[in-house]
């Protein structure tokens, strides 16, 4: 998709749509306004028919608009003025690109980046554009042996009011079009399934994406981990013919003496449960257990194309969690690569056992804060849903920056506790903690446990279980939470 900024009067704006905006009852935005002068009244007049009055969601087509160069005038709702906000903008921003994909326009013009978001600049609107396009365009059809026709629009133009906002819309939509390509990234890599993105196929991409991007890539396998004593990530692989990863990204924006952000993925490419195995309803959907290693993938892509002033390590260790004759049993005890003993209990708790060890490995590089994102606990689920993501972090400060950042990029999180109460649900009498802690305040536990090899740095961790994709008849990865890890680190390049 190609986008480009324009200022001019919308009346001017000579392609097949311009979509402007309508609040409810019938009040026309300052686009829709000048549209309206243009076409001496025109657009009221449709307006004072009754067949639209701006509720939100709704839409009105209309063709041939006198004083209108445009062909199409698309009219978007965007319900009560008093009640516009991030939300509502980002809402009407995909109707109106649907209703315009529908229309079979190759181009078109969104007149949305004057709207009013309070506390939201012109940069923030014209990037939530850019990502509602991307997001509505997104199809995922590798894997079918016909591929649907695409929709033939190519061209989105954002108009601008001055010459200082069109440098701001740029600049959104470079910072939207990185984040947007992370995202994408993120889903492809998720949308695959588990025989398709094994741990090899994962580390890969990652192999890949560095010669695209510039990325220093490493990677480590199991004779490796074996001696760099990570018995807690190769539990989880013993009974997967498919042999574990452990990949190493590197991108270097800022000095070499320059502390790193470090990013932990949890790369488990399909997860059985191993012997505590799952249900096998919707078990197909453990193939995007591996979406916090996919959303790291994409994170880094996005930060290096917006070549931030900073250093970024991305970790990932990807295996399989299969039965089998090899593979862990409950009551089986652990060493991780910290040196501490793991009970494991559940086998299905194997993604904090993965993390455990690349916890300890990103001590390594003396980061100056290390966030780990991972799909963890279904009990997140219960406790959160699937509109916001869990937040926990052994520093408040670190945890405000996350918040803040999912504030902004609008994919939020929620802050549960981490006090040391919950540490004694972990109490094993046979080493020196289990890897459950109990049906009781699950994603709580899981975090303590990880708490428990971030003590040296500063570490917050994402359990994403509701966020990173969708069920049903959406069905299919969603790319978060790229937008916050993104955000978060933008700010900390500004620094």
Known sequence: MEFSTKVA?????????????????????????????ASRGQIREFLRSGDMDGRLGTTRLL?????????RVLLVGLGPEKEFGEKQFRDCSRTAITAIGDTGSREACLSFSELPVSNR?????????????????????????KKPQPRPLARITISAMSKQDAHDIERG????????????????????????CTPTYLADAAVKLGKEWKLAVEVLDQRSMAML??????????GSRQPPKFVILRYSGAGRK????????KGITFDTGGISIKPSAEMDEMKFDMCGAA????????VAELEMKLNVVGLVPACENMPGGAASKPGDVVTSMSGQTIEILNTDAEGRLILADALSYAERFEPQAVVDVATLTGACVVALGHVCSGLFANRDALARELLAAGEESWDRAWQLPLWDDYQEQLKSNFADFANIGGKAAGSITAACFLSRFARRYDWAHLDIAGTAWKSGKEKGATGRPV??????????AKG
């Open 9 to 37: 009067a919308p009346e001017k704006y000579s392609g097949a749509c311009i979509a402007v905006g309508v609040f409810e009852p019938r009040k026309l935005s300052a686009a829709a306004s000048a549209l309206d002068a």
């Open 63 to 71: 063709y041939d608009v006198r004083g209108i160069a445009a062909e």
């Open 121 to 145: 600049g012109v940069d923030w609107r014209s990037r939530q554009l850019v990502l509602a396009v991307a997001d509505v365009a997104y199809r995922f059809d590798r894997m079918k042996s």
């Open 173 to 196: 939509v470079r910072e939207g079009r990185a984040i947007a390509a992370g995202m994408a990234l993120t889903r492809d890599l998720g949308n695959l399934p588990g025989n398709i």
């Open 229 to 238: 004593g990570m018995n807690s990530l190769l539990s989880v692989s013993k």
């Open 258 to 265: 320059a502390r790193p952000v470090v990013l932990i993925g």
């Open 295 to 302: 959303s790291v993938l994409g994170t880094l892509r996005a």
């Open 483 to 492: 937008p916050m890890l993104a955000t978060f680190l933008m700010g900390r």
